[in-house]
Nanobody, 122 residues
Framework: QVQLVESGGGLVQAGGSLRLSCAASGRTFISYDMGWFRQAPGKEREFVAAIRSSGRSTVYADSVKGRFTISRDNAKNTVYLQMNSLKPEDTAVYYC???????????????WGRGTQVTVSS
């Protein structure tokens, strides 16, 4: 497994931007698909975005498409989530995950970070 540590969360006004980072330990980072999920209070964890191990393919939830961009730097063992045009409904704890992407299911990701809080004020 790989250990993951998220950073970059915070408080931002609606319409603003944040960039989340997820640093991974271990030399196997390059073999994993990487994903971002989020969980708002009282709601289930939901898929946000994923990027294949090669970095050539990305997928997004409809709710963030066109506003968020996932990327990875395999040389730095880091995955990023650039979030633009943020909305109050984007408020959640954001989690980084490593594993195999399959239809946005969190169950196919075996390693998780502890999360970083993103709060968007109206």
């Amino acid at each position: 497994q790989v250990q993951l540590v998220e950073s970059g969360g915070g408080l931002v006004q609606a319409g603003g931007s944040l960039r989340l980072s997820c640093a991974a330990s271990g030399r196997t980072f390059i073999s994993y698909d990487m994903g971002w999920f989020r969980q708002a209070p009282g709601k289930e964890r939901e898929f946000v975005a994923a990027i294949r191990s090669s970095g050539r393919s990305t997928v997004y939830a409809d709710s963030v498409k066109g506003r968020f961009t996932i990327s990875r730097d395999n040389a730095k063992n880091t995955v990023y989530l650039q979030m633009n045009s943020l909305k109050p409904e984007d408020t959640a704890v954001y989690y980084c995950a490593a594993g195999t992407y399959y239809n946005g299911s969190p169950g196919t990701f075996g390693s998780w970070g502890r999360g970083t809080q993103v709060t968007v004020s109206s």
